[in-house]
């Protein structure tokens, strides 16, 4: 049977990431090695989506800031400061 999924992260800053299942499934120091894109920080939280067969639900996130972002003399929007959210308690794991 195979399984298909993401894995929904937040740093301990809280900015929000997914990551493919797989890339996950096979990497023992994944939880300790990840670092976040935006700042460098650790993983706070992971959740486990399972998309196959539709069978899993992404976690609702709580919107703590929202992103800003600026236009550039080019007409192209870019995120100036990423939105982050706050950690939930009631599903996912804490990473500690």
């Known amino acids: 049977m195979s399984y298909e999924g993401y894995e929904q992260i937040l740093c301990k800053?809280?900015?929000?990431?997914?990551?493919?299942?797989?890339?996950?499934?096979?990497?023992?120091?994944?939880?300790?090695?990840w670092r976040c894109k935006d700042c460098n920080a650790p993983?706070?939280?992971?959740?486990?989506?399972?998309?196959t067969n539709d069978a899993g639900t992404p976690a609702y996130l709580e919107l703590k800031t929202a992103a800003e972002f600026c236009e550039?003399?080019?007409?192209?929007?870019?995120?100036?400061?990423?939105?982050?959210?706050?950690?939930p308690t009631g599903v996912g794991h804490l990473i500690e």
Do not use: Q
Not at 26 to 33: C, V
Not at 72 to 87: A, D, E, L, Q, S
């Open 13 to 33: 800053n809280g900015h929000y990431h997914t990551v493919d299942a797989m890339e996950v499934a096979y990497d023992d120091t994944f939880n300790s090695s």
């Open 43 to 51: 993983m706070a939280w992971i959740h486990s989506v399972d998309t």
């Open 72 to 87: 550039c003399g080019c007409g192209n929007i870019h995120v100036k400061t990423p939105g982050t959210y706050h950690i």
